[in-house]
C-alpha cells in the first residue's frame, strides 16, 4: 500500500544549524502539508503546499521555515536557524484532493521527523 | 478559526468496559476525522464523518457526528488492551487545502 515516507527519522542538532526535513507523499497526491507535534501535545498545522506554492500557512511557520517541492517527488521543510521551542515531531502528509462531494480530503501521514535541539 | 476541544484528555478504564470520547468545536467543520497515534508513531486515519447524522464503525469503536450541536463522539465498546492510544479528532473548514485542526487529544489505556 502507498504510504508516505520521511527521513530522517531522528535528527538531533545545534540551535542556529538549519535543518531539512524530507518526504516523499504519495505519488499520484497533490496537496502536501507539514504538522508539527511538541511532545505531549497536540498535533499542530504548519503549512499546506499545491501546484508548486504555499497555500496556506500558520503562524508559527514564519521566516526561519520553508518548504520546497525540488524535483517532482521529494517534499522539504527547511528550518534555517533552529531554536529549542523547534524541537518536535514533524509529521509529513498528503492528499489527492482537498475535499468536495464525493471525496474525504483524508490526509495520509508519515512516521514523522523526529527533530531534537541542543 | 476553527478550534476543536475533546474531553476526557485522559481516559483509563478496564478491559470490557464502554466508554465514549467527546470532540466539540467551534464553527461550522465540513468534516470530522478521527486519528489514533501510537506512542512515538504516526497518525492512522480511523473514520471520516462526512455529513450530519454519519456514524461508522469498525471493530470496537464507533464515530458519529452531530453538525448541529457541533458535536462527534467516538464511542469504544468492550475496550482491550490493544486500544490503548491517543485519539485525536480533527475539523476542517475545507477550502482549498483542507487543512486539519486537531483537537487536544485524549489518552486511552486500557488497564487488564
Known amino acids: 500500500e502507498p504510504e508516505v515516507t520521511q527521513t530522517p527519522s531522528h535528527q538531533v542538532t545545534q540551535m542556529g544549524q538549519e535543518v531539512i526535513l524530507r518526504c516523499v507523499p504519495i505519488s499520484n497526491h497533490l496537496y502536501f502539508y507539514w504538522y508539527r507535534q511538541i511532545l505531549g501535545q497536540k498535533v499542530e498545522f504548519l503549512v499546506s503546499f499545491y501546484n508548486n506554492e504555499i497555500s496556506e500557512k500558520s503562524e508559527i511557520f514564519d521566516d526561519q521555515f520553508s518548504v520546497e517541492r525540488p524535483d517532482g517527488s521529494n517534499f522539504t521543510l527547511k528550518i534555517r536557524s533552529t531554536k529549542l521551542e523547534d524541537s518536535a515531531m514533524y509529521f509529513c502528509?498528503?492528499?489527492?484532493?482537498?475535499?468536495?462531494?464525493?471525496?474525504?480530503?483524508?490526509?495520509?501521514f508519515g512516521e514523522g521527523s523526529r527533530l531534537t535541539v541542543l | 478559526e476553527l478550534k476543536v476541544e475533546q474531553n476526557p484528555l485522559f481516559l483509563s478504564m478496564q478491559e470490557g468496559k464502554n466508554y465514549t470520547i467527546y470532540c466539540n468545536y467551534s464553527t461550522t467543520s465540513d468534516r470530522l476525522y478521527w486519528y489514533r497515534q501510537d506512542p512515538g508513531k504516526s497518525l492512522e486515519s480511523l473514520f471520516v464523518?462526512?455529513?450530519?447524522?454519519a456514524v461508522k464503525q469498525e471493530g470496537r469503536l464507533m464515530a458519529s457526528l452531530d453538525t448541529k450541536a457541533r458535536l462527534s463522539t467516538l464511542h469504544i465498546t468492550a475496550a482491550v488492551h490493544d486500544l490503548s492510544a491517543t485519539y485525536f479528532c480533527?475539523?476542517?473548514?475545507?477550502?482549498?487545502?483542507?487543512?486539519?485542526?486537531f483537537g487536544t487529544g485524549t489518552l486511552l489505556a486500557v488497564q487488564p
Open positions: 502528509a498528503s492528499t489527492r484532493t482537498s475535499g468536495g462531494l464525493l471525496n474525504t480530503g483524508e490526509l495520509f
Open positions: 480533527a475539523g476542517t473548514y475545507g477550502g482549498a487545502t483542507n487543512k486539519l485542526i
Open positions: 464523518l462526512l455529513s450530519n447524522g
